[in-house]
């Protein structure tokens, strides 16, 4: 059990680590696609890494309990990735990095309240407070920040979104599956709420710059890298530690 904590602990931590540089890939992707061109692509090649890792039966039913895949996948998979590639498009870097601290104190908040999970005190609360004003001095230390209400807006969403995903997985471990049959089948739930906006949205997408090398460079980054391995490893380590201990290293990316 104490090797398995240690293990959650790794790989949060390098899964934090890689989120941490997608930004940089994501902000090169939007000059040539649109943000659901890029998750669907980028989602699309997770699940067939996921699936080669692991080639079984992507689903099986869990009579009512399925309603948390596919809200994890709503919430984690689209929502938050969808509102996040949309707002590096309305705000900066360094508004991204600030309000993005944010997001392990709401996780925190909502495993309070959804999870009832044990183990929060003030010295919890203020390690949490700290490092969140470490990541803001890390910011504004030579940047000129400037408030974009709209772009501001939709971190703070995507913020809300990443915490609803970490309850919902939470709740999916009652069925005792496999992080990698989890992480793969909410994944997918997560690209048919993308294809479905994708369809609904009426847009006129530009495909041309599939043939560029570099596109397909960071596309494979984000989709094996930062998607299935990453989402593979944070899953994990939800399991094992809670969406509450989890949270904590949200500050590292």
């Known amino acids: 059990m104490k090797n398995r904590r240690k293990l959650g602990h790794i790989c949060c931590i ?30 699309t090649i997770g699940i067939l890494v996921l699936s080669l890792l692991k080639p079984a039966r992507f689903f099986q039913i869990e009579g009512k309990g399925e309603i948390y895949y596919i809200l994890a996948g709503f919430f984690g998979i689209c929502l938050y990735f969808y509102l996040d ?77 990443w915490g609803f995903y970490c309850i919902f997985l939470k709740k999916v471990e009652v069925f005792k599956r496999d992080t990698l049959f989890v992480t793969r089948r909410v994944m997918v739930y997560g690209l048919f709420f993308l294809l479905c906006f994708f369809a609904v949205s009426g847009g006129h997408y530009d495909w041309s710059a599939m043939k560029n090398l570099s596109v397909w460079g960071h596309l494979l980054y984000l989709g094996i890298g930062a998607s299935a391995l990453c989402f593979l490893g944070w899953n994990y380590g939800i399991k094992i530690l809670g969406a509450t201990r989890s949270s904590i290293y949200g500050y590292l990316g």
């Open 14 to 43: 390098l899964s934090t680590f890689v989120w941490g540089t997608t930004n940089i890939s994501a902000k090169i992707l939007l000059t040539n696609l649109q943000p659901i061109q890029i998750l669907l692509l980028r989602f």
């Open 85 to 161: 590639h949309v707002a590096l498009l309305y705000t900066t870097a360094s508004n991204m990095g600030i309000l993005s601290a944010v997001s392990p104190i709401i996780t925190v908040i909502l495993a309070q309240i959804f999870l009832k999970e044990k183990g929060i005190h003030k010295w919890y609360v203020f390690g949490c407070l700290l490092s969140m004003a470490g990541v803001v001095l890390f910011y504004i230390n030579g940047a000129r920040l400037k408030l974009n209400p709209l772009g501001d807006s939709i971190v703070m969403l995507g913020n809300i979104a």
